[in-house]
């Protein structure tokens, strides 16, 4: 229990009265589960860049103990999740990347300038500590002061649950919008300088491009019914946004289990001839946008590499 006590005491502010709570339950947590909790202790001190994962995120001992990531996820299920996300991106990318991803420091992936007042929009790739219910990592559109835009959270993981092959996916456990007073005309005139490209479809294509650069084989996203939080609500909760509406117009398609999506990997895009010829030089600026977007995260990630990286 020592071992559990110490590790709560990086996660937790004891002279929060919330927080000191939330350690009492994490340590009866780790004590109903002391076998896997020191198999994924052991997996992180595996080695001096996981111990540095560890320590600049510690929050992966309490994601493993808490009903966050999916509805009725099981401890050993996001135990194995948390150590799978790590292995996949540390073979991936170097240390570099790691610690500044679980350093709560922000890769800057893209940017764009929007107009006078609202100034530049940029695209990073960050883990922070209030995301950590929904996923393991972000993509997130920021404006100056790291004003959040729109995010996607996600981790990376096998496909033990729905075809249960083993292919590497992206699994995507929330799509936030912004929380601000104006959020509709802000949206309004993002959507505007991106061609009357919608903030939340530039946020998936965002995201379908950083699962491409990255490597992964397919992308999951949660449904209405596999948000985490329906653990801790009653059933009837409405989302701001319903995700499983998204997901199909996106062109997403239900799979065996009802609380998953299966999301291409790559957004369809129009031919010359199913747009209206009006609309042609908008979407011919639209998807010289995209190119853009991907491109710039390509050669970002690109950058961080490991050379003899092979997943």
Not at 24 to 51: D, G, I, Y
Not at 254 to 263: A, I, S, V, Y
Not at 285 to 291: G, P, Q, S, V
Request: one cysteine or more; glycine letters at 4%; charged letters at 30%.
């Amino acid at each position: 229990m020592s071992n559990f006590i110490e590790l709560g005491k990086k996660i937790y502010d004891l002279n929060n009265p919330r927080e000191a709570h939330r350690f009492a339950v994490f340590v009866a947590r780790c004590c109903l589960h002391p076998q896997r909790m020191n198999r994924l202790e052991k997996f992180f001190e595996q080695s001096e860049l996981m111990k540095k994962i560890a320590q600049g995120y510690p929050f992966v001992y309490e994601q493993a103990t808490r009903s966050f990531f999916y509805h009725r996820s099981t401890f050993e299920e996001r135990a194995r999740l948390i150590e799978e996300n790590m292995k996949f991106l540390a073979e991936r990318f170097n240390e570099d990347f790691m610690l500044k991803i679980y350093g709560d420091k922000k890769i800057e992936l893209w940017r764009m300038a929007l107009d006078e007042t609202l100034g530049e929009m940029n695209l990073v790739l960050c883990a922070e500590p209030g995301q950590r219910k929904e996923g393991l990592a972000a993509v997130m559109f920021n404006l100056p002061d790291e004003v959040p835009v729109y995010q996607i959270l996600f981790w990376i993981a096998r496909d033990e649950i729905i075809n249960r092959d083993g292919a590497w996916a992206m699994w995507i456990g929330a799509m936030q919008g912004p929380n601000v007073d104006d959020a509709k005309d802000l949206v309004k005139r993002i959507t505007k300088k991106c061609h009357a490209y919608r903030t939340k479809n530039l946020i998936l294509y965002a995201a379908q491009s950083v699962a491409r650069s990255i490597g992964v084989k397919k992308i999951f996203a949660v449904t209405n019914e596999g948000y985490y939080a329906n653990n801790h609500v009653r059933q009837d909760r409405k989302l701001k946004t319903s995700f499983s509406d998204f997901w199909t117009e996106a062109g997403g398609t239900p799979t065996n289990d009802k609380r998953f999506f299966e999301l291409p990997l790559i957004e369809t895009r129009k031919t010359v001839e199913e747009i209206p010829s009006h609309k042609r030089a908008q979407y011919r600026r639209r998807f010289a946008l995209l190119d853009e977007l991907d491109a710039a995260i390509f050669e970002t990630l690109r950058g961080f590499e490991n050379a003899t990286g092979n997943i």
